[in-house]
């Protein structure tokens, strides 16, 4: 070559070390931080697809820990409300105790009333300070804010949990398509010789869900003296009875006192008439699906000769879905939606009255278990107040009584406290209250099981498969890396050589001018 304008071979050999350094320093990088993609011209699409999985992986690993977070919220209520279970059985052998009054003094019954306030003040107490973090578990802040809720249809209202969309009130509507019913028996009253009375004496076998009794009646009674020996039993038996048509000619409903399918009746006649012909104490039934007409119509063909006769539970629609029902109670759970309704008697025995709405305005404890902000990914659930005065609601006397009525001076002490040897009363409040905190127990339980623990394991699950995806696409392979870096160490190393080769190439034409 003579020509020295433009060394060719050098400006081969500086591009192709500058190429080769280039490579270098990519190597060193990728080795010195372990990944592939450093920047976006490492790899754009990677890139893009890493940095997407990255953000699926932040959220997941927070999804984990709002999980095992909301464990500890649940095992903390759970563990307040054991101690509120264990205070409401001391209750109730203090009652039971007190009932015993053969064997015990009236001043033991008023050491026992002073127990039972102090046991009650202190479901109270934990009511109001059972905390985590600083959040109140038990006072019903927890719990779900609703409104106008009917009380002439709906007597007590409590949602288990509910999915808000985009942060909208939630309307309920609920609608009676089959009316509750108690078990009824009829007994008619229009008899020879003597309208209204009894043909001939009778032994009945008396039985309910509280117990059987027998009763005898002997020939010539009238029909309200058996309604009012059959009522003076009915704490004992869970039967009543009444006048049809509140006229002795027109016979007598022997009907269990609480609505449901487990509120049943069944009379019996135990003795064997004289006369084999003797048939004067027939009894009839409706059918399960025929609601008795109103009023009470003798020539209706759907009667039927039985002795016993089962109730119905109330059969309504939530929503449009329809819930469980046992006696007044309707009961829905979904994955949306979840209530526990008490419907007003009138309401639950009115199909034809039309439905009642009331709104969901907001509350409840919102758990966020997915990666993504959404409902779908969030659960929420109500945790009502189990303070005295909210526990243990039973119907009576034309209102709800709650577990502060069995203190002394509550108020309808008058009625509840066993100063006043009225048992009855308070142990269905009491078996109220404890079947209350031992469902809200096991709800809370079946959470945190099966919903939050499954949670845990399936979010665990997808970081440790997004972090295998994510490692795949980013994180540099140290033994490609590693032969790289050989290679472009051997081809700086020669392209050093070569330009300084090529360099002295030109000064061979020195050689020309002597």
Do not use: C, H
């Not at 909208?168 to 009253?189: H, K, M, N």
């Not at 009238?222 to 009012?228: I, K, S």
């Amino acid at each position: 070559m003579a020509r020295i304008n433009s060394n060719v071979p050098s400006l081969i050999a500086r591009a192709n070390l500058a190429r080769t350094n280039q490579d270098l320093e990519v190597r060193l990088e990728r080795l010195s931080t372990g990944l592939r993609i450093n920047r976006g011209r490492d790899d754009p699409a990677g890139l893009i697809i890493s940095e997407r999985i990255r953000s699926d992986i932040e959220g997941v690993q927070q999804g984990v820990k709002n999980s095992e977070r909301a464990s500890a919220v649940i095992a903390t209520t759970e563990a307040a409300l054991s101690e509120v279970n264990d205070l409401l059985n001391t209750v109730r052998a203090l009652i039971v105790e007190a009932a015993n009054t053969g064997a015990n003094s009236a001043e033991e019954r008023d050491a026992n009333q002073l127990a039972i306030d102090s046991a009650i003040d202190s479901i109270s107490r934990i009511s109001n300070t059972a905390s985590f973090g600083g959040l109140k578990l038990l006072d019903g802040s927890r719990d779900f804010v609703l409104s106008g809720v009917e009380p002439d249809a709906i007597r007590s209202a409590r949602v288990l949990n509910a999915t808000f969309a985009n942060s909208q009130p939630l309307s309920v509507e609920v609608d009676v398509i089959a009316s509750a019913q108690t078990g009824a028996l009829y007994f008619s009253g229009d008899i020879q010789p003597i309208a209204g009375q009894l043909a001939s004496s009778v032994t009945l076998e008396i039985r309910g869900p509280g117990g059987v009794t027998v009763v005898n009646f002997t020939s010539g009674q009238t029909l309200d003296q058996v309604v009012t020996a059959i009522n003076n039993l009915s704490s004992v038996t869970g039967v009543g009875a009444e006048l049809i048509n509140g006229s002795v000619t027109s016979g007598v409903t022997f009907k269990s006192i609480d609505y449901g399918r487990d509120a049943f009746v069944s009379v019996t006649r135990l003795d064997r008439p004289d006369d084999p012909n003797d048939d004067a104490f027939q009894l009839y039934r409706f059918p399960d699906s025929y609601a008795p007409p109103e009023p009470f119509d003798w020539s209706d063909t759907n009667l039927t000769e039985a002795t016993r006769d089962p109730g119905r539970d109330v059969t309504a629609l939530v929503n449009g879905a329809l819930a469980t029902g046992k006696g007044l109670r309707a009961v829905l759970q979904t994955s949306t939606l979840g209530v526990d309704l008490l419907l007003d008697e009138d309401f639950a025995t009115s199909p034809a009255g039309g439905s009642s709405t009331f709104t969901i305005t907001g509350g409840g404890a919102v758990f966020q278990l997915g990666p993504e902000v959404n409902a779908l990914q969030q659960v929420s659930i109500g945790i009502q107040s189990v303070a005295a005065s909210a526990i243990g609601g039973v119907f009576e006397n034309g209102s709800l009584q709650f577990l502060n009525s069995l203190k002394a001076g509550g108020g309808n002490s008058i009625l509840d406290n066993i100063t006043n040897n009225d048992f009855t009363t308070a142990q269905d409040i009491l078996d109220r209250a404890i079947d209350e905190i031992s469902v809200l127990r096991g709800r809370l339980g079946a959470f945190e099981r099966n919903i939050l623990q499954t949670n845990t394991r399936s979010l665990q699950a997808a970081f440790e498969n997004l972090s295998a995806s994510n490692s795949v696409i980013r994180d540099a392979d140290f033994a490609l890396e590693t032969s790289q870096l050989t290679r472009a160490q051997i081809l700086a190393s020669t392209g050093t050589s070569a330009l300084a080769l090529a360099n002295q190439q030109a000064q061979q034409v020195l050689q020309l001018l002597g």
